[in-house]
C-alpha cells in the first residue's frame, strides 16, 4: 500500500533551503581592508621645484598686507628692530635704527602714491622732529649711498624672486635659526655689476609671510606674529625741502693748522 501523501514535508523542505540563503542575504558584507591614510606629498626636489615653490610663496608675499618686526643680526653691531609695514593700498614702509650716517641716524623709507620718501627719525644724534625728503617716483630705485637695502626682501626682490627668467638658481635650505617656514638657498647664474638681488637664504611661511633673510646686509629674523596693516602709510613728519641722509659716517671737521712758531726775534723757527 503506497505511503500516504503528507503535503507538509514539502513546504518543510522549501523551508530548510530558503532560509540560508535569506540568512545569507541579510547578514552584513564582509569586512573590507581599511583605506590606506593619506600620505603627505613630498617637499619638491631638484632646482626647478625649488625655484616653483620659491616663486609661489614670493607670490604670496607680493599679495600680503601687514605690520611685521623683524631682528637685524649685523656682525660686530648690536641687533636692532627693524619694522616693516605693507598697507592695504600698496604702499609700504620699512623703520631702520641707524640707517644713516655710519649707524648713528635712525630713519624711514616710505613708498606712497605721491612718491618716495626718506625720512629721519628723531635719536639720540638727531633730536629734531622726524622731517621728510622726496627721492622720486614710488618705484624709483635708490642709489646706494642712500640705500639701507634691508627693505628690498620685502618690495623689488620679490618681484625678483617670482620672475622665471631672472638669472637665479634655487634650492632646498637648511632653516635659519629662529625661522620658521621653508628656506631656499638663492644664488646668480649670471655675472653682473648690478646682481637683480643678493644670494643668500630667504624663508617663507606657507601664508606668504617672509619670515627670515641672509644676504651681504646681515640676517633678518621675524621677531613676532605679525599685526594687521593699516589702509594706507602715513609718513612720520612733514615733507620739507633739503638733501636725503647719506649711509656713510659724518666727516669730522679738521682743525686748520695754526701759524709756524716764531723765534724771539721774529724770524720763523728762530729760537
Known amino acids: 500500500m503506497p505511503a500516504a501523501h503528507h503535503p507538509h514535508r514539502h513546504l518543510i523542505a522549501a523551508l530548510a533551503l530558503a532560509v540560508p540563503a535569506l540568512l545569507a542575504a541579510c547578514s552584513p558584507d564582509p569586512p573590507t581592508d581599511p583605506a590606506p591614510p593619506p600620505t603627505v606629498p613630498p617637499r619638491p626636489a631638484g632646482p626647478d621645484a625649488a625655484r616653483d615653490e620659491l616663486a609661489a610663496l614670493a607670490a604670496a608675499a607680493q599679495d600680503r598686507h601687514l605690520v611685521a618686526r623683524y631682528t637685524l643680526r649685523v656682525d660686530g653691531t648690536a641687533d636692532r628692530l627693524i ?8 604702499s609700504w614702509r620699512v623703520d631702520v635704527p641707524g640707517g644713516a650716517l655710519g649707524g648713528t641716524a635712525d630713519i624711514a623709507l ?3 602714491a605721491e612718491g618716495l620718501f626718506q625720512c629721519g627719525l628723531p635719536s639720540a644724534a638727531r633730536p629734531e622732529p622726524a622731517s621728510c625728503v622726496r627721492l622720486g617716483e614710488p618705484d624709483d630705485t635708490l642709489p646706494r649711498r642712500l640705500d639701507p637695502r634691508v627693505q628690498h626682501p620685502f618690495t ?10 631672472a638669472p637665479l638658481s634655487v634650492s632646498p635650505a637648511m632653516a635659519l635659526p629662529d625661522a620658521t617656514g621653508n628656506c631656499y638657498s638663492v644664488e646668480t647664474t649670471a655675472a653682473s655689476i648690478n646682481p637683480p638681488l ?10 606668504g609671510t617672509p619670515t627670515a633673510v641672509r644676504a651681504a646686509f646681515g640676517t633678518l629674523t621675524l621677531a613676532g606674529p605679525p599685526e594687521p596693516a593699516p589702509g594706507t602709510v602715513q609718513l612720520p613728519g612733514p615733507v620739507v625741502e633739503g638733501e636725503p641722509l647719506g649711509m656713510a ?9 695754526g701759524p709756524e712758531p716764531t723765534g724771539t726775534d721774529g724770524h720763523a723757527g728762530t729760537p
Open 110 to 112: 616710505a613708498a606712497i
Open 198 to 207: 643678493d644670494v643668500g637664504i630667504y624663508c617663507f611661511d606657507a601664508d
Open 249 to 257: 659716517a659724518p666727516v669730522a671737521p679738521t682743525t686748520p693748522a
Open 156 to 165: 623689488d626682490w620679490l618681484d625678483v624672486l617670482t620672475d622665471r627668467r
Open 83 to 90: 619694522v616693516f609695514t605693507s598697507a592695504n593700498d600698496g
